[in-house]
């Protein structure tokens, strides 16, 4: 099968969630955050933002913010995901304009975020570091938000922790990292022709998949289980309740 460097460098990704205190040179900094701007922007409008943490102490007060999670504090360099319509606002301001902040300008900015973000982690990866998304930063996003002097009309969506991977002294991964790449979805349960498959079709790929998943975590040493239990319970309660608020108090019109 045809292949390339690209595809085996997505192919290759996992999570890594220790690293050595190697720091990541500037250089390859600006060149992933220059990669990371070639993705696709809706109408060039290009609404997102990265701040880098470099001061000790406001890492490791995010740290706690996420839960304790030590790779927040310890990895080669960490970032915080904006989605960003400040300077859209400033523009509009500025020639005396109104700001129609509706649903779709929301959208826009964290699709546009997120594919930025994606970018960046390839970028990174290409080079030889590890990555770990921070989902947790969305935890106390107010206190996020202060301790990051957060302007109006810019939202905070996830963290990115960036790194070389810490070895075993024998100089393999670390068994507790994720060696093996976690397991995804069976390709049709995600791509379709023409329509959207039946519930029963649906059921079928996640019954397949969850053979394969929970053989994934019995080769890690976990309790095998299916990937339904995970989700089953993922999803029976509300998560950060609070994200509505605090983004509506940023400017973010939900409606």
Request: net charge neutral.
């Amino acid at each position: 099968m045809t292949t390339t460097q690209t595809i085996q460098t997505l192919l290759s990704h996992r999570t890594v969630r220790r690293f050595t205190d190697q720091p990541v040179p500037d250089a390859h900094i600006q060149l992933a955050i220059e990669a990371g701007q070639r993705a696709s922007t809706s109408s060039a409008v290009q609404a997102y933002s990265m701040i880098r943490l470099t001061d000790r102490a406001k890492r490791q007060t995010l740290a706690e913010l996420c839960g304790n999670q030590k790779q927040v504090e310890k990895a080669g360099a960490f970032f915080v995901i904006c989605a960003d319509t400040r300077r859209h606002r400033l523009i509009t301001e500025r020639a005396d304009a109104p700001y129609n902040a509706a649903l779709e300008a929301f959208m826009v900015a964290v699709i546009d975020a997120s594919l930025f973000a994606q970018n960046v982690v390839v970028a990174f990866e290409s080079l030889g570091y590890g990555i770990c998304y921070i989902g947790a930063l969305r935890n106390q996003l107010p206190a996020v938000d202060e301790l990051l002097s957060i302007p109006h009309g810019v939202y905070p969506l996830f963290g990115l922790c960036v790194g070389m991977e810490q070895r075993s002294e024998a100089g393999a991964s670390d068994p507790i990292i994720d060696t093996i790449p976690r397991p995804r979805l069976p390709k049709q349960a995600v791509s379709f022709d023409n329509r959207y498959p039946s519930d029963a079709e649906v059921l079928g790929f996640i019954d397949q998949y969850n053979v394969q998943y929970a053989s994934y975590l019995e080769a890690r040493g976990a309790t095998p289980r299916g990937w339904s239990d995970a989700i089953g319970t993922k999803f029976t309660n509300v998560s950060r309740p609070d994200l509505a608020t605090y983004y509506q108090s940023k400017g973010a019109c939900l409606e």
